[in-house]
């Protein structure tokens, strides 16, 4: 794989945005290679708050409050001030762009509505984030792994993305649950945004390369990585995740639902096997193989169609938790047993499994862990390391 690339934004305008003030910071004197450093330094990224909307209320930096709809002159770009720059009254730091998104001109002839798309410092992001993802009374340490985690994985993302020629052009991540969740400034609290500060510009590295950081709630006593639970059709796996190892895991025991059992009542079943694999009576449920970590990696799932004709299905592990709904079937680490009415599934833990265990990270810490110590734990083969743009340093 190649080395992610750095993170300029030649691709539109913002680059000009992004250039001017690295000019005007380092003078006229200013040499090429130190306008590329403060480019580099000054990683920002695009993230689309909102599209199609029929108009949006900008509050600019200087207090000016402008209303744009899908008519009006765009894309307006409002610059950053001292002020953070208000989207239809929420806060958010950097600059604000409102434009139409290309893609949705095709649409029936339609107008397209406007799309708003904050163009961020990635620490500034990070503020946003981690509060969303973490409770800000999760002891420090804990926060600060998380922090590197949440920024590893933007970057590994990012580096990703740009290398496609499918992704859109004109924003680099969602603000909701598809990416990360960020909520801006109003989702910034003191505790989180003194652990992305603390840990300002560290990334989990590997080989040249920064390590997706993946996460989950609670890993129910051992991890995954991303070939079990995701695999790929070649069964390789991506070569960045070859970095990710099964660990094992008693911190996250304290979390209040470490173990939890759901009914799966018969009638249920068959509503979900008729929308989803055409079975109108599922005669027989059994979890067919495993993966390395104990998650299930199969389940025979055998039926019977309206007219009566058997039918006979492997389902994957994360499919079947997809169907049953994943706050319910809460980890594939489960087993699944027939009783009288239906099926008792029960299992332990919360999430996918992969990368850094929430509730174990958050007990590691309470036992005198260090952040360090800690992303060690579940991130063996990776070093934590200061990304400066296209260059690493480590940290001391
Ligand atoms: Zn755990």
């Given at each position: 794989?190649r080395?992610?690339?750095?993170?300029?934004?030649?691709?539109?305008?913002?680059?000009?945005?992004?250039l001017?003030?690295?000019?005007?910071l380092?003078?006229?004197?200013?040499t090429?290679?130190?306008?590329?450093?403060?480019?580099?330094?000054?990683e920002?990224i695009?993230?689309?708050?909102?599209e199609?909307?029929?108009s949006?209320?900008?509050?600019?930096?200087?207090?000016r409050?402008?209303?744009?709809?899908?008519?009006?002159?765009l894309?307006?770009?409002?610059?950053?001030?001292?002020?953070p720059?208000?989207?239809?009254g929420?806060?958010?730091r950097?600059?604000?762009?409102?434009?139409?998104?290309?893609?949705?001109?095709?649409?029936?002839?339609?107008?397209?509505?406007?799309?708003?798309?904050?163009?961020?410092?990635?620490?500034?992001?990070?503020?946003?984030?981690?509060?969303?993802?973490?409770?800000?009374?999760?002891?420090?340490?804990?926060?600060?792994?998380?922090?590197?985690?949440?920024?590893?994985?933007?970057?590994?993302?990012?580096a990703?993305?740009?290398?496609?020629?499918t992704?859109?052009?004109?924003?680099?991540?969602?603000d909701?649950?598809t990416?990360?969740v960020?909520?801006?400034?109003?989702?910034?609290?003191?505790?989180?945004?003194?652990?992305?500060?603390?840990?300002?510009?560290?990334?989990?590295?590997?080989?040249?390369?920064?390590?997706?950081?993946?996460?989950?709630?609670?890993?129910?006593?051992r991890?995954?990585?991303?070939?079990?639970?995701?695999?790929?059709?070649s069964?390789?796996?991506?070569?960045?995740?070859?970095?990710?190892?099964?660990?094992?895991?008693?911190?996250?025991?304290?979390?209040?639902?470490?173990?939890w059992?759901?009914?799966?009542?018969?009638?249920?079943?068959?509503?979900?096997?008729?929308s989803?694999?055409?079975?109108?009576?599922?005669t027989r449920?059994?979890?067919?193989?495993?993966?390395?970590?104990?998650?299930?990696?199969?389940?025979?799932?055998?039926?019977?169609?309206?007219?009566?004709?058997?039918?006979?299905?492997?389902?994957s592990?994360?499919?079947?938790?997809?169907v049953?709904g994943?706050?319910?079937?809460?980890?594939?680490?489960?087993?699944?047993?027939?009783?009288?009415?239906?099926?008792?599934?029960?299992?332990?833990?919360?999430?996918?499994?992969?990368?850094?265990c929430q509730?174990?990270a958050?007990g590691?810490?309470?036992?005198?862990?260090?952040?360090?110590?800690?992303?060690?734990?579940?991130?063996?083969?990776?070093?934590?390391?200061?990304?400066?743009?296209?260059?690493?340093?480590?940290?001391?």
């Amino acid at each position: 794989m190649r080395t992610p690339a750095p993170f300029f934004l030649f691709r539109n305008a913002s680059f000009l945005f992004l250039l001017i003030p690295a000019m005007i910071l380092c003078g006229p004197a200013c040499t090429a290679a130190q306008r590329h450093q403060s480019i580099v330094s000054s990683e920002r990224i695009r993230v689309l708050l909102a599209e199609n909307l029929s108009s949006v209320e900008i509050t600019a930096a200087n207090g000016r409050r402008v209303k744009l709809a899908a008519h009006s002159a765009l894309p307006r770009f409002f610059p950053e001030g001292k002020n953070p720059i208000l989207v239809n009254g929420k806060p958010y730091r950097g600059s604000i762009e409102v434009r139409r998104l290309g893609r949705a001109s095709a649409d029936r002839g339609r107008a397209p509505g406007v799309a708003v798309i904050n163009h961020v410092s990635l620490e500034d992001y990070l503020l946003g984030v981690v509060p969303a993802e973490m409770s800000r009374r999760a002891p420090q340490e804990a926060l600060k792994a998380q922090a590197v985690v949440a920024r590893s994985y933007v970057l590994a993302i990012l580096a990703k993305r740009r290398r496609s020629p499918t992704v859109p052009k004109e924003y680099d991540l969602r603000d909701g649950v598809t990416d990360q969740v960020y909520g801006g400034k109003a989702a910034e609290r003191e505790e989180t945004s003194r652990a992305v500060r603390a840990t300002r510009g560290e990334v989990l590295f590997h080989d040249g390369e920064i390590v997706p950081g993946f996460f989950h709630s609670s890993c129910g006593g051992r991890t995954a990585t991303p070939q079990e639970v995701w695999g790929t059709k070649s069964g390789a796996g991506d070569e960045t995740t070859k970095v990710f190892q099964s660990v094992s895991d008693t911190y996250c025991e304290a979390y209040p639902r470490f173990f939890w059992t759901t009914e799966l009542s018969r009638s249920r079943m068959n509503e979900k096997a008729r929308s989803h694999w055409g079975l109108w009576k599922v005669t027989r449920l059994a979890v067919l193989s495993r993966g390395p970590s104990g998650r299930i990696r199969y389940i025979r799932l055998v039926g019977r169609t309206r007219k009566g004709a058997e039918r006979r299905f492997l389902v994957s592990g994360k499919d079947f938790r997809r169907v049953i709904g994943a706050g319910e079937m809460r980890s594939t680490l489960a087993d699944i047993v027939p009783t009288k009415t239906g099926w008792l599934i029960s299992g332990n833990g919360f999430g996918h499994g992969v990368g850094l265990c929430q509730w174990g990270a958050m007990g590691r810490a309470e036992a005198g862990f260090n952040y360090r110590e800690i992303l060690k734990h579940y991130f063996p083969n990776s070093s934590v390391v200061r990304w400066k743009g296209g260059k690493k340093r480590e940290t001391p």
